[in-house]
């Protein structure tokens, strides 16, 4: 019984060093991971923005360059390309019945063309400056919103090609906007004057009716689902504000290392959550490369990826089954999931007179047939087999023998001999627990004590060994101080043991000095 108590504790490991931190893989990071990423290639310059057709199958449009490309969502294949343009394309947004699609260049020029024919229907002319966003309504198939560098917002009427409304209140450029998904009077834009505003066409004074400031040059705005609340995104952070609340703030997302440039709302279902509701997410993308899932109602992040190269746009369609992120260099990471709906229809129909093919059946051995008793070393087992398994023989290293029998002082001096000072420390950590690393230490000899002193001499300072050695070293030089006294050898090894430790003072004095420095400065920036 004190033989298998003992077996269960050799061979030694140091408990010094630390173990690796796994993240545990939750359902929803499976969920966001099952998008397997594969890329869109060769498109000429950084894609501006990404938008989905709210008509299914949800082909995507991209702006990239002077060019509007459009995709298909089940191959990711381009289907057409839009290049009416005299400058590069800042946004693009489709028309609730997909039919129709406008977009914005930095001309300032504003244009709606047709999904299918491609031909430009109506060319909108009113902005000065470079238009950086343009928005059709929820629901609304006469009218644009659009937002650009000379401040305004405007409201155009689509079919008269002229705005209805000119929106005045932000004083430097207007970045972003969107629609309120329960009204298609109401919108919100964002600005690099820090500053997000809601309006309401019905309003006659073309005054906003809410602002909110972000603190940080807005890069981009949305409304979550409810309408009752936006995200907006500038600097690092990605902020959450209650519009019903009258703008107060819910909550600042601090993630990001790098300005976040674009944001949009997730759908999960309950495969993933394991609820029978459907919940939303805010999916964000940056220019450190890492796209952020957030989960607005637990208020963490739930998932993140990376990117090789900065991000700036992101979508995802409206059917939950594919998402894309452009990047800054022209590339598009291109993500599908397919659903265990749709694997379990491919595996379990038929269609087009093909038929599957039914594997061969293999004959079961029976205990009763002779064959049963002359199966071979590489038969697997049965379901309902018994498995009588083996134990693995460990084998022990000279120090783990020696410890097994108690001979404690051959197993430090065995150790020591040894190059691995993670095995050195795990028997010490051993004899400590049995209380025998002192009594090892008073019964070496003066060529073994020079071992332990050389050993002391290379690793004590090393932090993760430091907290045991150093205590060590205390102790051998206050029982062992006579025999140090009388051999040359040993106080070599002492002084360069010291030396080794006023070094390491030095350092640590050194970098205590560096703190003292930035520790004012790091509070100074804080404030600011």
Same mark, same amino acid.
């Given at each position: ?142 009218? =644009? #919103? ?6 305004? /917002? +405007?409201? @155009? !009427? %689509?079919? &008269? ?67 009752? =609340? #936006? ?6 952070? /990605? +902020?959450? @504000? !209650? %519009?019903? &609340? ?83 260099? &022209? ?198």
């Amino acid at each position: 019984m004190a033989e298998h108590q003992l077996s269960k504790t050799f061979p030694v490991k140091p408990k010094l060093k630390a173990k690796p931190r796994t993240p545990k893989e939750t359902p929803e990071s499976k969920y966001w991971s099952s998008f397997k990423s594969q890329q869109i290639p060769n498109l000429i310059s950084s894609i501006t923005s990404l938008t989905y057709s709210p008509t299914s199958p949800h082909p995507f449009a991209a702006t990239h360059s002077a060019s509007l490309a459009l995709f298909s969502s089940q191959a990711f294949a381009p289907t057409a390309t839009i290049s009416s343009f005299s400058d590069v394309v800042s946004s693009a947004s489709f028309r609730c019945d997909g039919l129709l699609i406008a977009a914005s260049d930095i001309s300032g020029l504003v244009q709606v063309f047709d999904v299918k024919s491609r031909n430009p229907l109506r060319k909108l002319r009113s902005h000065k400056r470079p238009v950086r966003f343009v928005k059709y309504p929820v629901a609304d198939k006469l009218h =644009l #919103i659009s937002g650009g560098d000379d401040a305004l /917002v +405007k409201y @155009w !009427d %689509v079919a &008269g090609e002229n705005p209805i409304s000119e929106l005045q209140g932000h004083k430097d450029y207007v970045r972003c906007g969107d629609c309120s998904p329960v009204s298609m009077e109401m919108f919100v834009t964002g600005s690099y004057d820090h500053t997000v505003k809601l309006w309401d066409v019905r309003v006659t004074d073309s005054k906003s009716v809410m602002e909110v400031n972000h603190g940080k040059p807005v890069e981009d705005v949305i409304f979550l689902p409810s309408g009752g =609340l #936006i995200a907006t995104a500038g600097g690092d952070s /990605v +902020k959450i @504000w !209650d %519009v019903m &609340g009258g703008g107060k703030m819910v909550y600042s997302i601090e993630s990001h290392n790098k300005t976040v440039t674009s944001l949009c709302v997730g759908k999960i279902g309950r495969d993933c959550v394991g609820e029978e509701s459907q919940q939303y997410r805010i999916m964000s993308v940056a220019l450190d490369g890492y796209m952020k899932v957030f989960d607005y109602a637990k208020m963490k992040v739930t998932h993140s990826m990376r990117f090789p190269a900065p991000l700036l746009s992101v979508a995802f369609s409206p059917d939950c089954t594919t998402r894309v992120i452009g990047t800054s260099n &022209g590339i598009i990471y291109a993500g599908k999931r397919k659903a265990k709906e749709a694997v379990e229809s491919v595996l379990g129909d038929y269609k087009g007179g093909l038929v599957p093919v039914e594997e061969p059946q293999r004959r079961v051995l029976r205990p009763s047939y002779f064959r049963y008793f002359h199966r071979g070393q590489g038969e697997k087992p049965s379901e309902g087999d018994y498995l009588v398994m083996k134990a693995k023989k460990v084998k022990l290293a000279e120090h783990d023998k020696l410890l097994k029998k108690f001979r404690h002082r051959e197993a430090l001096v065995s150790v020591l001999g040894s190059k691995n000072p993670e095995n050195v420390v795990a028997v010490m950590e051993e004899l400590v627990a049995r209380k025998k690393l002192l009594k090892c230490v008073s019964n070496l000899d003066v060529e073994e004590l020079g071992l332990l002193l050389m050993f002391l001499h290379k690793h004590s300072t090393i932090p993760r060994y430091s907290g045991l050695l150093m205590s060590l070293t205390r102790k051998v030089l206050e029982m062992r101080d006579e025999d140090i006294r009388a051999s040359d050898a040993l106080k070599s090894h002492v002084r360069n043991l010291k030396r080794s430790v006023d070094e390491e003072i030095k350092i640590q004095n050194f970098l205590l000095e560096i703190q003292g420095i930035i520790s004012p400065l790091l509070r100074v920036a804080g404030r600011r």
